[in-house]
């Protein structure tokens, strides 16, 4: 079975599909303790390798590059709520959901602190495209 949790950024500009064989009590939540994060409101970062994780504007999606330069954080252009962040991997999108903009987040169980900053570039990618989920971004105006 596969569970759509939706969420949407607090302007309403972007609206937030993520597809999962799990519910949400059965996540496994992350928050990085990293000063980026930290700087932008703690986002819960959710993923799921065998989901899809669908992220729909009405304008293009705000990216800010981060870290070792190969993620990118995605922003609503109205609101400027991180999204989430995404990773281009050959011709495909892997990304992260911010489980926080989810409709039914306070359903979620407590997030596990996690260190990225630890990792070296190629660690980092290597974790990223076992855990993050396939991504669709789609500007509909
Ligand atoms: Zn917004």
């Given at each position: 079975?596969?569970?759509?949790?939706?969420?949407?950024?607090?302007?309403?500009?972007?609206?937030?599909?993520?597809?999962?064989?799990?519910?949400?009590?059965?996540?496994?939540?992350?928050?990085?303790?990293?000063?980026?994060?930290?700087?932008?409101?703690?986002?819960?970062?959710?993923?799921?390798?065998?989901?899809?994780?669908?992220?729909?504007?009405?304008?293009?999606?705000?990216?800010?590059?981060?870290?070792?330069?190969?993620?990118?954080?995605?922003?609503?252009?109205?609101?400027?709520?991180?999204?989430?962040?995404?990773?281009?991997?050959?011709?495909?999108?892997?990304?992260?959901?911010?489980?926080?903009?989810?409709?039914?987040?306070?359903?979620?169980?407590?997030?596990?602190?996690?260190?990225?900053?630890?990792?070296?570039?190629?660690?980092?990618?290597?974790?990223?495209?076992?855990?993050?989920?396939?991504?669709?971004?789609?500007v509909r105006s």
């Amino acid at each position: 079975m596969t569970y759509q949790h939706k969420g949407r950024c607090s302007c309403g500009q972007v609206s937030l599909e993520f597809h999962s064989s799990r519910d949400l009590p059965d996540q496994s939540p992350r928050q990085c303790d990293c000063d980026y994060c930290a700087s932008h409101g703690k986002p819960i970062l959710l993923s799921d390798p065998a989901g899809q994780l669908v992220v729909t504007s009405s304008q293009a999606v705000a990216k800010e590059t981060q870290g070792s330069g190969q993620a990118q954080m995605l922003f609503c252009p109205g609101c400027g709520n991180m999204l989430g962040a995404s990773l281009e991997n050959d011709s495909q999108i892997i990304g992260v959901v911010n489980g926080a903009l989810l409709d039914e987040a306070n359903r979620l169980p407590a997030c596990q602190i996690v260190s990225p900053k630890k990792l070296s570039a190629e660690e980092k990618r290597t974790r990223w495209l076992s855990i993050w989920t396939p991504t669709k971004i789609i500007v509909r105006s």
